[in-house]
């Protein structure tokens, strides 16, 4: 059973920089889908990045050019990098995993039903 375990939340200014992390445990990283999601404002929740196991990602518009996803496979940990962020970047942030060999086309298309293994998330605030 795959384990995620978010950190790095926190309060910053507008234009400022935060690095989420997300420890993985349970599972061999290649075999999986990992993913970025956030939810906030009476928001739905919304899949901001995502990569797989080549390196490959997939941004949101919302996000693209400001946010960065990776991973660190030798510590098991998924990264997402955000810069320049905005008041409206404020949400509980959530790490997601799905096995690649049931990945959908819900998967791919970054929709939380697409996704099996959550972490319990961790808050930004974006103060203007």
């Known amino acids: 059973q795959v384990r995620l375990v978010e950190s790095g939340g926190g309060t910053v200014q507008a234009g400022g920089s935060l690095r989420l992390a997300c420890a993985v445990s349970?599972?061999?990283?290649?075999?999986?889908?990992m993913a970025w999601f956030r939810q906030g404002g009476g928001n739905e929740r919304e899949g901001i990045a995502a990569?797989?196991?080549?390196?490959?990602?997939t941004y949101a518009d919302s996000v693209k050019g400001r946010f960065t996803i990776s991973t660190d496979n030798a510590a098991n940990t998924l990264y997402l990098q955000m810069n320049n962020l905005k008041p409206e970047d404020t949400a509980m942030y959530y790490c997601?995993?799905?096995?690649?060999?049931?990945?959908?086309?819900?998967?791919?298309?970054?929709?939380?039903?697409?996704?099996?293994?959550w972490g319990r998330g961790t808050r930004v605030s974006v103060s203007s």
């Open positions: 990569i797989d196991s080549e390196g490959t990602t």
């Open positions: 349970g599972h061999n990283p290649d075999d999986y889908y």
């Open positions: 997601a995993a799905e096995r690649r060999s049931t990945r959908t086309y819900a998967t791919i298309q970054m929709l939380p039903h697409g996704f099996g293994a």
